[in-house]
């Protein structure tokens, strides 16, 4: 098992981190031909516009959606975003989920929080029953699903914050920065 995460900006070292203690292969991406010999990819939290400008100038896009036809990928926060159809503003996105966000949907970087939340998924994937403690830094919420989207964790207000769509995981979420390696096992159970 070799997971890949995407190092053009933000936060990929502490997902490398979290990968190295569950005992698998890791890559930093940053060229298409990185891609080749994975069998998932994580897309890591920091700013969505800045990684997708990256991802075009190192041509990463289109061998980004050739790679998502059959493999795992998770997007964190801005990963999220990337992986979304819609961000409700002109930036260019990878278009793979059925899911529409809203960037910076809970205020400022000072509004950033954390709060136990229910995945029912998750429990039954890692077998366990505690709440799970999630990090949101400047995060976007998942405004709607569609298609063959789902969500996979609200808010207690309803608000849509993990959502699945075949082997593509997204959350407004930092799972890389708690101690907590429930989510990326989640994840390589579905890169498996
Ligand atoms: N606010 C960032 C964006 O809109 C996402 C923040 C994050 O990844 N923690 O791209």
């Given amino acids: 098992m070799k997971i890949g995460v995407l190092a053009l900006q933000g936060d990929f070292a502490e997902h490398i981190v979290t990968l190295k203690r569950l005992g698998v292969e ?3 991406v ?3 031909r990185q891609l080749d010999d994975l069998d998932g990819l994580i897309l890591p939290g920091g700013e969505s516009t800045t990684i997708a400008k990256l991802a075009i100038a190192f041509g990463l896009m289109e061998p980004l959606r050739i790679f998502a036809r059959e493999k795992a990928i ?3 926060c801005a990963g999220a975003i990337l992986l979304s159809k819609d961000a409700k ?5 990878l278009g793979l989920m059925d899911i529409t966000v809203e960037r910076n949907a809970f205020g400022r970087q000072v509004d950033s ?3 136990d939340l229910d995945i029912p998924e998750l429990k039954a994937a890692t077998a366990t029953q505690a709440p799970y403690h ?3 830094i400047r995060a976007p919420l998942i405004e709607s699903v569609s298609g063959s989207a789902r969500s996979l964790s609200q808010l207690a207000d309803g608000r849509i914050v993990a959502a699945l769509q075949g082997k593509l995981l997204a959350t407004s979420f930092h799972p890389e920065l708690t101690p907590d390696d429930r989510f990326h096992e989640y994840f390589l159970s579905l890169a498996r």
Wanted: cysteine-free.
């Fill in 26 to 28: 890791t890559a930093e």
């Fill in 30 to 32: 940053r060229l298409p």
């Fill in 74 to 76: 998770w997007g964190t």
């Fill in 89 to 93: 503003r002109d930036q260019p996105l």
């Fill in 113 to 115: 929080f954390e709060v």
């Fill in 134 to 136: 999630a990090v949101f």
